[in-house]
């Protein structure tokens, strides 16, 4: 990496960690404690490997942060001692004894959501007094606003799995005569091959498990003029340390749509559109899932419509903002989000439409831009 990369590199973890010690003032917290998950890649660039070792950084609200971690995985850190201190531990050690002395005589500490239960009942023993809050609340307002950079590579991600959707969408995948996981694996395969480090998910679902929103891929074999339901997405890792997720959803038809397939299907087309075009700075994420909502509602298919709209995307695949009824929060330039209603008919077909929306001063910005029509393929 070139010098002024690294700097460029460096800055943007000391502007984030300064934006958490911010939060933490602002919100009375003494201490943020980050493990396992991606709110401590986001913050310095070092992921913590998911073993019963304990890794956690002690980032108090006004000294300097330190990287607590196994002994033996000190040489996979990338140190910059301008960011934080490292401190390494022997295996005879007690490292939720370590974190608790960094921690001192804090009143309250956030602790990363994704921490197991495990390592939080143990700093609880060591730390009667404290009491411990969702570190949510604190870096989950700040990872929702994207720098630049970060738009940058969710657009990235998403014009990868755009191509994929265009060769599904041109007949380039067979499907009748496979199984929906053969499918899923050929699309995780592509996921890989267009640059993500990692699938999250490859969803296919035909025929009449369309219809379940979460469908498990399995040995249903995909026959002629079928729905065919994928919703795939992957992450793909940055230069930073830390990588952003792609996830688009798009339905074929094996052979001819019939008519009533097209009736529903013009529906949640509108209804997505409208949700798209709803998302202006400003607007609260409810009445983005309003938007939608309400046109299947008025064709008579509210009832099959029974998740939320949408759910913002970075570094993780599910992430605040939430597209949901009764979240007020109001859009904000640098929001990035899905907006993926569905119309699911039990025991015939369903049908999702998803796309990446960014919000810009100049209005929402649709990420992923494949067809969005029901299109008819013949493999
Ligand atoms: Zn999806
Ligand atoms: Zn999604």
């Known amino acids: 990496m070139p010098a002024n990369a690294t700097g460029s590199l460096a800055l943007m973890h000391s502007d984030r960690l300064e934006r958490v010690?911010?939060?933490?003032?602002?919100?009375?917290?003494?201490?943020?404690?980050?493990?396992?998950?991606?709110?401590?890649?986001?913050?310095?660039?070092?992921?913590?490997?998911?073993?019963?070792?304990l890794t956690m950084l002690v980032v108090p609200r006004d000294a300097r942060a330190?990287?607590?971690?196994p002994r033996l995985e000190v040489p996979r850190v990338v140190h910059d001692p301008d960011l934080f201190d490292l401190r390494g531990w022997g295996e005879t050690e007690d490292p939720v004894a370590i974190v608790a002395a960094l921690v001192g005589p804090a009143r309250r500490a956030a602790i990363g959501n994704r921490t197991w239960a495990q390592f939080l009942v143990d700093?609880?023993?060591?730390?009667?007094?404290?009491a411990f809050v969702n570190a949510s609340r604190v870096i989950g307002p700040l990872?929702?606003?994207?720098e630049p950079a970060e738009l940058a590579m969710l657009r990235r991600a998403a014009?990868?799995?755009?191509?994929?959707?265009?060769?599904?969408?041109a007949g380039a995948i067979p499907l009748i005569g496979r199984t929906e996981a053969e499918v899923s694996a050929e699309l995780g395969r592509r996921i890989l091959a267009e640059g993500h480090h990692r699938v999250n998910f490859a969803i296919v679902a035909a025929g009449e498990n369309a219809a379940s929103p979460h469908h498990e891929p399995g040995a249903r074999v995909i026959?002629?003029?079928e729905v065919v339901l994928c919703d795939f997405g992957g992450t793909m890792r940055t230069d930073t340390g830390v990588g952003y997720c792609s996830d688009i959803t798009r339905c074929?038809?094996?052979?001819?749509?019939?008519?009533?397939?097209?009736?529903?299907?013009?529906?949640?087309?509108?209804?997505?559109?409208?949700?798209?075009?709803?998302?202006?700075?400003?607007?609260?994420?409810e009445a983005v899932d309003d938007a939608a909502r309400s046109i299947i509602a008025a064709a008579g298919y509210g009832e099959w419509f029974m998740h939320r709209t949408g759910h913002g995307i970075g570094v993780e695949e599910h992430e605040d903002p939430y597209i949901v009824a009764g979240n007020s929060h109001r859009l904000e330039v640098g929001n990035v989000y899905?907006?993926?209603?569905?119309?699911y008919l039990p025991g015939r077909f369903g049908f999702r439409l998803e796309d990446i929306v960014a919000t810009t001063a100049e209005g929402p910005e649709p990420l992923n831009r494949a067809d969005h029509g029901l299109v008819a393929v013949d493999v």
């Open 21 to 53: 010690r911010r939060a933490l003032r602002d919100q009375d917290i003494d201490v943020c404690l980050l493990s396992v998950g991606p709110d401590l890649p986001w913050l310095i660039g070092y992921e913590a490997m998911p073993l019963e070792r």
């Open 66 to 69: 330190t990287l607590v971690v």
């Open 123 to 130: 700093l609880q023993h060591h730390l009667p007094s404290v």
């Open 143 to 146: 990872r929702a606003v994207k």
């Open 159 to 169: 014009a990868a799995v755009d191509r994929i959707a265009a060769e599904l969408q």
């Open 223 to 225: 026959g002629p003029d």
């Open 252 to 285: 074929v038809v094996t052979g001819a749509p019939d008519p009533e397939m097209l009736e529903v299907y013009a529906v949640l087309e509108e209804a997505q559109r409208a949700a798209v075009a709803a998302g202006a700075v400003g607007t609260r994420c």
């Open 338 to 343: 899905s907006v993926e209603p569905g119309i």
